[in-house]
Structures are given as structure tokens and as C-alpha cells.
């Protein structure tokens, strides 16, 4: 009979040392896991996109050229160009507001109608991973917070060329707005979303 206890002993040890770096191995992971998310998690110090760094690049043939882009063509002109972190060549064109005639578009729409910065569509087209939308347009979208605040900014890219550029690249950014986080979209974004 002793020798069947110190079996169970050993065994109930062993059993027992396993139990104890399984539950290691999880404390490890749940705080490896733990830093991951605080790593992601958005800071409530800045009004833009935390952290990121937009990849500009130099506006596509012939995209750059003024002299293709006068008079009617002007707000078809390239005004900047970003990477996403796909590689994909995002041109963000001059456009128009609203108020400056029928079909507002990329920068001037963005920054006049919607409160939306070059700068900050410049960031979030940058560092975040578009979503596909209808009609070969992209979404890309960014939850951003101040303080107490948060809303999503996105930003709505069309692959396709428009029938209107003097030119046959994608079209690129076609507009940017924020909507609050779960609901609807905001007729401009607050103005902390650009001011940072």
C-alpha cells in the first residue's frame, strides 16, 4: 500500500508542476496580449490619428502637370499623393466644395463641406487597411478620440478614373466625414478632428 500513495503522490506532483506553467504560460500570454492592445488602443492626448506617419509620395504623371490642370480641369489637379499600407498610390485631387458648383470632391470638399484636413486623410489612408465598398471604392476608416470624445473619420477612395479628369488615373480620395462611433455621419467633423 505505501507504494501505491507515493505513486499517486508522484503523479498528483507532476499533474500539479504542469497545472503551474500552464497557468504561467497563460499569465504571459494575457499580459503579452494585454501590452499588444494598449500598443493599438488610440491615445486620448492627440486629435489625429495617433502616432501615424503619412507615406507621401509624389503626385502621378501626369497629375502634377499645371498646364494640363487650368481653367474647368483645375480641381483634377493632384494636390498630394499617399501610400496605403497596401502599396496603393492614393491621390488626393484638389476638388471642389459644395458651394463652387455640381459634384464636390476630394480636398476642397473634404476640408470646406466635411472639416476634414489633408493632413488627417493623408494619416489615415497611410496606416489603415481599406475596406471594400461598392463600385470599386474603398473605405478607410479610423476611430480617433479626444478626451472623453471619439469619432470615425473616413475616408472613401475611388480605384477607377473619372470621366471628367484629363487623365486616366484612379480617381482617388472622393470625399472624407466623420460619423459618431455606432451611428450616424456628422454634418462636419468637430474641429479637434483637423486641429492636431
Request: glycine share 8%.
Amino acid at each position: 500500500m505505501p507504494a501505491m500513495d507515493n505513486s499517486h503522490r508522484s503523479t498528483y506532483q507532476c499533474l500539479a508542476a504542469r497545472a503551474r506553467r500552464s497557468i504561467v504560460r497563460i499569465r504571459r500570454l494575457l499580459v503579452f496580449v494585454g501590452l499588444a492592445l494598449v500598443a493599438m488602443t488610440p491615445t486620448t492626448a492627440a486629435a489625429t490619428v495617433p502616432g501615424a506617419v503619412a507615406q507621401y509620395l509624389p503626385c502621378p504623371v501626369p497629375t502634377d502637370d499645371p498646364a494640363r490642370y487650368d481653367g474647368p480641369n483645375a480641381p483634377f489637379r493632384c494636390h498630394s499623393a499617399v501610400a496605403d499600407p497596401n502599396g496603393l498610390v492614393v491621390i488626393l485631387r484638389e476638388g471642389r466644395a459644395a458651394v463652387a458648383g455640381p459634384g464636390p470632391f476630394g480636398r476642397q470638399h473634404a476640408a470646406i463641406d466635411r472639416g476634414v484636413s489633408d493632413d488627417v486623410i493623408a494619416r489615415v489612408v497611410s496606416t489603415v487597411q481599406p475596406l471594400d465598398g461598392q463600385q470599386r471604392r474603398l473605405h478607410y476608416v479610423e476611430e480617433i478620440r479626444m478626451g472623453s470624445e471619439a469619432v470615425e473619420v473616413w475616408v472613401v477612395v475611388d480605384r477607377a478614373p473619372s470621366r471628367q479628369a484629363p487623365d486616366t488615373r484612379p480617381f482617388g480620395v472622393i470625399t472624407a466625414f466623420c460619423r459618431d462611433v455606432g451611428g450616424g455621419e456628422s454634418e462636419r467633423c468637430p474641429s479637434w478632428v483637423s486641429a492636431g
